[in-house]
């Protein structure tokens, strides 16, 4: 009898990094790790950056000595202290490991589920093109449209994975168009006194930033008695 032949052999996985998700002023080295762009600038000069970028080669060459430098250069390298931080660096590791388990093989990175860091909003806008403001002034009627700035921005993201935001108690849909996630400015609770109302994100399979920790609110200028009805 001949001999049964070996079964196929599997491509070994491991659990590649989540989504950021990368806001404005975040780290560039981030998306660069994640998209297996080894060579970005942005993968240089820190000691985590720079096993990132080792341990990055490594696993698309399989040359050895890339995986030794980059095994080094992480074993030195500080706690991570971001939440972009902890996942790269918990990423990085499974990679050291999995050369450690199989040596001659190079591995496939799949996605991982979720995000290294909360969504979270850092400012408001009533343009696309604005810098955000922490307090954004809107009429004592609302009507105008918002848009959220911070990592809830990053093109990552799907689309309508934030559904709601809360303007103070009240959820307010939020709508994703080319430019970015926006909602509409509901009336403020008592149009003639206006006041301040702060916004936070709400309905959604990520994780999300502490509503109790929102930075950023609505400013609503005093004025008129009473306003319009939807739609008129």
Known sequence: MGSTPAPPRVAPVIGGLPIGPVGPGEPGWYVALRA??????????ASAQDAASLLCRAAVTNDEALWSQGAAALA???LPQSCHDVAAVAMLQRLVQFHRDHPEDVPVLVDTPGTACPLSITGLATAPDEAGESALPVPPCGGVPVHLRGNVQDRALPVGSVQFVTVGPTPVPIQWASTGPF???????????????PVALSGSGYVLEDPALSTVALDYAPGTTACPAPGS
């Open 36 to 45: 297996g762009t080894c060579d970005h600038d942005s993968l240089a000069g």
């Open 76 to 78: 030195a390298a500080p």
């Open 183 to 197: 909602f509409v400015a509901p009336p403020a609770p008592v149009p003639e006194s206006g006041g301040s109302l």
